[in-house]
């Protein structure tokens, strides 16, 4: 009883711990505040948001161990937890996959459907708030990157993939939150996709929106129970296929084969880049390393007219966060997908399968702003309650209204 009536202030506190997580993470990492490949103007405030954002996130772990949890789930994630610390903190300073697992763990908390709900409206904020703040000139104004006769606008973020990345994680969250099996809410996706594509060229945000709309569109379609079984497992199979594609075309498919080269064409010399890195660059370890010379890394470094960039979320794992994180990423992605359709959460899993496919030309999945997905440890059957309580109702409704007709015509 006394857990029971603590855990509504419980759930309150963890959101608004993660709001604010949101907000702070948001403008300080995102902003023109932390600009790309160039020094910051505000380097104190980019150190104060990081920070904070840490701590806020050690908080959130904290509230994680007032959760009661059963002896297995100790057990299994206790060891576990253990050598990730040791890891990431003590062998390779990756402090951002440490407070990447306080979200992820501690996320058995709260419902996720009310995450979402409050990562929707914090990153709302923080998208018109720099907008608002770009043409107020508060800060170093955005830059506009031009590709051919394109142009390719930010709005107050450091990088127009940055503000590509949030408006497509607005867009997929609205659609969780409040699209039903209807026509219009998928029209809305797709042209929320195309305007993203328009204004910041972004083509991660555009896969990842674009094959959310096909998984859904095909899974409304299809009603076969055989079919929509199929297309489940093909969707939690979806992070080992783009971690093993990866790693063929960049380690093991040599530069000489036809297949290479073609690949290389059609990515803009992208596999060739990841080969480049690869090969001199990372330490190939367990728990990897940093790799300063990456413009990830806010590095400017070039090797004749080109820079070192890893636009590839699983080779970039397997650089910096080493054998162990990159195998270990994989594993959970597809452990989410799995727990998404045991719980009958088919739109989640479409959206674990966006986020991975958007893994292949980004290199954000590990960081605290894009959690969300991968935050649903707590319930899932939060939105599904609330649906057949509604249906019942509904029914209810028209059982007494056929009941008062059927009394009216006996009379």
């Known amino acids: 009883n006394l857990e029971d009536s603590f855990q509504p202030f419980l759930v309150k506190t963890y959101l608004f711990i993660y709001f604010w997580l949101v907000i702070i993470f948001g403008f300080t ?11 910051s103007a505000y380097p104190s405030f980019v150190s104060f948001g990081n920070k904070t954002a840490y701590f806020l996130a050690s908080l959130l772990l904290v509230l994680g161990f007032l959760k009661r949890r059963s002896l297995l789930n100790w057990l299994i994630t206790g060891p576990l937890f253990l050598v990730i610390v040791y890891g990431y903190l003590f062998v390779n300073q990756q402090v951002a996959v440490v407070a990447f697992i306080f979200l992820v763990w501690s996320s058995q908390t709260v419902s996720f459907r009310s995450l979402v709900r409050i990562d929707l409206f914090a990153r709302i904020i923080v ?11 508060l800060l170093p104004v955005s830059p506009i990157i031009q590709l051919g006769v394109y142009s390719r606008f930010s709005f107050g973020f450091h990088h127009p993939n940055a503000l590509g990345m949030y408006l497509m994680m607005i867009s997929l969250e609205m659609f969780y939150l409040y699209a039903r099996k209807s026509v219009k809410p998928i029209v809305l996706l797709i042209l929320s996709g195309i305007l993203i594509f328009v204004l910041t060229r972004s083509r991660g945000s555009l896969i990842s929106v674009m094959s959310f ?8 379609t299809f009603k076969s129970i055989s079919f929509r079984k199929l297309l489940y497992s093909f969707c939690i199979l979806v992070p080992l296929i ?5 790693l063929t075309i960049s380690i093991f498919l040599p530069s000489s084969s036809k297949v290479f080269q073609t690949l290389n064409e059609w990515m803009s010399g992208r596999p060739e880049l990841l080969k480049l890195v690869y090969d001199y660059y990372a330490q190939k370890s367990f728990f990897g390393g940093d790799i300063a010379e990456l413009a990830n ?5 070039s090797i004749n007219v080109r820079y070192l960039y890893v636009d590839n979320q699983y080779m970039y794992s ?10 270990l990423e ?13 719980f009958g959460d088919s739109y989640l899993l479409f959206w674990l399968t966006a986020i991975a496919l958007f893994g292949l030309v980004e290199t954000k999945l590990v960081t605290l702003d894009m959690a969300l997905p991968f935050m649903c440890l707590g319930s899932l059957t939060e939105g599904v309650t609330k649906d057949k309580k509604v249906l019942s109702a509904e029914q209810g409704h028209l ?9 009216h015509t006996s009379e």
């Open 213 to 220: 709309v096909v998984l859904v569109t095909v899974f409304n």
């Open 242 to 246: 783009c971690f093993l594609g990866s």
């Open 127 to 137: 998208t018109i708030s720099l907008f608002v703040v770009n043409n107020l000139q």
């Open 330 to 342: 994989v594993l959970y992605s597809t452990y989410c997908g799995i727990r998404a359709k045991i």
């Open 318 to 327: 397997v650089m910096i966060f080493g054998w162990f994180g990159a195998v």
């Open 297 to 301: 890394a806010f590095y400017s470094w």
């Open 29 to 39: 990492a995102e902003s023109m505040i932390s600009p790309v490949d160039q020094p």
């Open 399 to 407: 059982q007494a209204k056929a009941n008062r007709s059927e009394e």
